[in-house]
């Protein structure tokens, strides 16, 4: 459906936060989640008119309900609905909660849920809990198997950290036996509580990023990352050296501002829930309008203004790096992500600070 995707004009992705209330309150929350839901949330009647919004873009557009946890809402399923009527594509980002039972998963199926996303960050109850700092692995199996029971395609969401990144074979036994379509492995971005944890470095980095290739050439399964859109030059370079399909995709990747849109529990529209830098308000300017015209986000779709490596680099039409994660480390979305280890030749310009040894000299690349 989305081959020929205009990212200038649609996101691949539109994300609405519908709240910030959770039952949970996991260390890593990009949202800072609490209890209680805020008052100035979009209400019943903004959110259709969100939704409608939405429909504009496209044919099919895809809407992600998001969190907290959008249960908290008790309108969901309502909102579910008039999505699936407009003809979006309506998919869901639950917590792991109790609240998550087989009556409310059939429910959202019913309503017109395609797809449900549940967050799987260890092996074990012990690993899964111990990383959260809270109770949810019996709940999210539980949800995940509700899910598949209901016809309802399951993608699993995994953060990638210093905590879980030895995990994640393991972690991949666990997608492929919930019988989910999709794991998408996010690259933490140092934002909301997600700033006491320990990334990985960019070397253990690009070799998750190759395993991860491997992984997707294995299993029934798609793979795709979330802020680590590397991964696309990863697969290239594998595809040259012949250890991959030569076919590799060389179209542009999904990144904040450029095939994806965030709109925030009070209405602001964000490129991404990890870039919290508002465009616009939803309550004064349409979600389109402003991501199709807004200077931020039109910055971000340019990789040739980019600074630093990321600019200078080969495959910056393809990847682009993380703008999430060059906002978080440096206040510049269009500076270079300083996850990614890749130092393009001939470049001798200065790199992101966590690529320097405690030296200052500049690391090598991986390449």
């Known amino acids: 459906m989305f081959d020929d995707l205009d990212t200038d004009r649609r996101p691949l992705v539109l994300v609405w936060e519908v709240t910030q209330a959770c039952g949970l309150a996991c260390r890593h929350c990009r949202a800072n989640a609490r209890p209680q839901r805020h008052p100035d949330e979009l209400t019943t009647a903004e959110g259709k008119r969100l939704l409608a919004d939405a429909a504009a873009f496209g044919d099919g557009q895809l809407v992600v309900l998001s969190g907290g946890d959008p249960l908290a809402r008790d309108d969901l399923t309502e909102l579910v609905a008039h999505g699936d009527d407009l003809g979006l594509r309506m998919t869901i980002t639950p917590s792991g909660t109790r609240s998550l039972t087989p009556e409310r998963v059939s429910d959202l199926g019913d309503a017109g849920i395609a797809r449900m996303a549940l967050s799987l960050d260890g092996s074990t109850r012990e690993r899964h809990d111990a990383f959260r700092g809270e109770e949810s692995f019996a709940d999210t199996v539980a949800a995940a198997r509700a899910a598949r029971d209901a016809g309802i395609p399951l993608q ?59 992984v997707s050439e294995e299993e029934r399964f798609g793979v795709k990352t979330t802020e680590a859109p590397f991964y696309r030059r990863v697969g290239i370079q594998r595809a040259e050296a012949g250890s991959a399909d030569a076919g590799a995709d060389r179209r542009g990747g999904v990144t904040a501002g450029r095939g994806f849109g965030f709109v925030g529990h009070t209405g602001e529209v964000y490129p991404s829930g990890f870039l919290p830098e508002s465009a616009g308000n939803v309550r004064e300017r349409s979600a389109v309008d402003v991501y199709r015209n807004a200077d931020l986000f039109e910055s971000l779709r340019d990789p040739d ?57 500049r690391s090598e690349s991986t390449d």
Not at 322 to 329: D, F, M
């Open 156 to 214: 699993i969401n995994t953060t990638v950290c210093a905590d879980t990144v030895e995990d994640l074979p393991a972690i991949r036994d666990c997608v492929r036996d919930l019988g989910a379509v999709l794991w998408s492995v996010f690259f933490l971005v140092p934002v909301g509580r997600g700033r006491v944890l320990d990334p990985v470095s960019p070397e253990r980095a690009e070799a998750a990023m190759a395993w991860l290739h491997e």
């Open 305 to 361: 203004g980019f600074s630093g490596k990321c600019g200078a680099c080969e495959f910056r039409h393809v990847c682009g790096g993380s703008r999430s994660r060059a906002y978080a480390v440096t206040g510049d979305p269009t500076d270079s992500d300083p996850l990614c280890p890749y130092v393009p030749d001939g470049y001798d310009g200065p790199l992101p600070e966590r690529q320097r040894g405690a030296d200052g000299e």
